[in-house]
């Protein structure tokens, strides 16, 4: 019998009987038109509302932020105060009724009607200063650190609880990345101390508030990481790598987080793809991490790839190991 998305997504994420493996993305209807923080398209140059500067050069898959003495925003984290001015959130009805329309028109029945929140606490820190002074910051400065730390994540808080007064969504996906592809950034003792209270308190809003699902996405390595992702109320983990030996996450974790990945995106989604990597690499996730608390998906944070026809080929290739396995 066919289950509907939301329904198979529920019951492969808490141990029940699903029918199928979820395809990727396919349980999220993304509300796109949420105001908020801009983002550059290919081949622009844009400054944020936080006066980031972000470059997205022609022929590159995604944009950065530009870190030289001009363009830092944050100079001195000892005088965080001086420089870094969180930007009003929009929260009049006309900002919001485009994204309103469209949550109205999704069957909540069929789907999640999904926020994107990008991006996050940890990213906020180094996009505002530069990666290595925002890793020392937190040797050198580390109660400068606490202080901005708790100010983004006022403002993140601000900010949803104008996302679930306009929207009212089931689901939250949030990105911060939190490694590299073989180690986390920081050590399990230092996110402790700086990262997880910030978002004990910005995932426990939304779940308090009705959210019913928090996907977190780190396309990384954190699998040191993973009791505190639980700990914040994390449901799924999307971006989960290779590199973190996601079979062996879900023995351990299995039941208390479920895992959304395990088909790395610089393996599949490249200019010379083929058909024939992306069903070994979907065959291998799919029969080495079963078919309870893992969604295949691609390493990718969003319901697209940076090459036309990745990410539908990659659904087709779920498609046919659902016939075979289930």
Not at 75 to 89: L, R
Not at 140 to 167: C, F, Q, R, S, V
Not at 179 to 194: D, H, R, V
């Amino acid at each position: 019998m066919y289950v509907n998305q939301e329904k198979n997504l529920l019951e492969t994420i808490r141990g029940g009987n699903p029918d199928r493996f979820v395809k990727q993305y396919e349980f999220m209807h993304f509300i796109t038109e949420t105001p908020g923080i801009t983002f550059p398209q290919p081949g622009q140059t844009l400054k944020n509302e936080w006066g980031i500067t972000f470059k997205w050069p022609e022929g590159q898959i995604g944009p950065f932020p530009v870190h030289d003495e001009e363009h830092k925003v944050l100079k001195d984290i000892t005088e965080w105060q001086k420089y870094v001015k969180a930007p009003v959130i929009p929260t009049a009805d006309e900002a919001w009724a485009a994204a309103v329309a469209h949550a109205n028109a999704v069957d909540r029945n069929e789907e999640f009607v999904t926020v994107f929140v990008a991006p996050g606490v940890f990213e906020m820190c180094h996009h505002l200063m530069g990666m290595e002074d925002a890793l020392m910051a937190l040797y050198e400065e580390p109660g400068h650190m606490h202080e901005l730390i708790d100010y983004l994540t006022e403002y993140e808080l601000a900010y949803a609880k104008a996302i679930i007064n306009h929207l009212h969504p089931d689901c939250i996906f949030h990105h911060d990345d939190w490694g590299s592809q073989k180690s986390s950034f920081i050590s399990p003792a230092m996110f402790e101390e700086f990262f997880l209270p910030a978002y004990k308190k910005i995932y426990g809003f939304y779940k308090k508030n009705g959210v019913e699902l928090i996907v977190h996405h780190s396309d990384s390595y954190a699998a040191n990481l993973v009791p505190f992702m639980i700990e914040m109320g994390i449901d799924i983990w999307q971006g989960v790598m290779t590199t973190n030996n996601t079979p062996e996450l879900i023995k351990k974790y299995g039941g208390q987080i479920s895992f959304m990945g395990d088909i790395d995106s610089g393996t599949v989604d490249l200019p010379n793809w083929t058909r024939e990597v992306i069903a070994k690499e979907v065959e291998r996730a799919c029969k080495t991490c079963g078919k309870l608390y893992f969604i295949p998906c691609q390493t990718m944070g969003g319901n697209w790839s940076s090459f036309p026809g990745v990410y539908n080929t990659i659904n087709e290739e779920i498609d046919r190991m659902s016939k075979e396995m289930f």
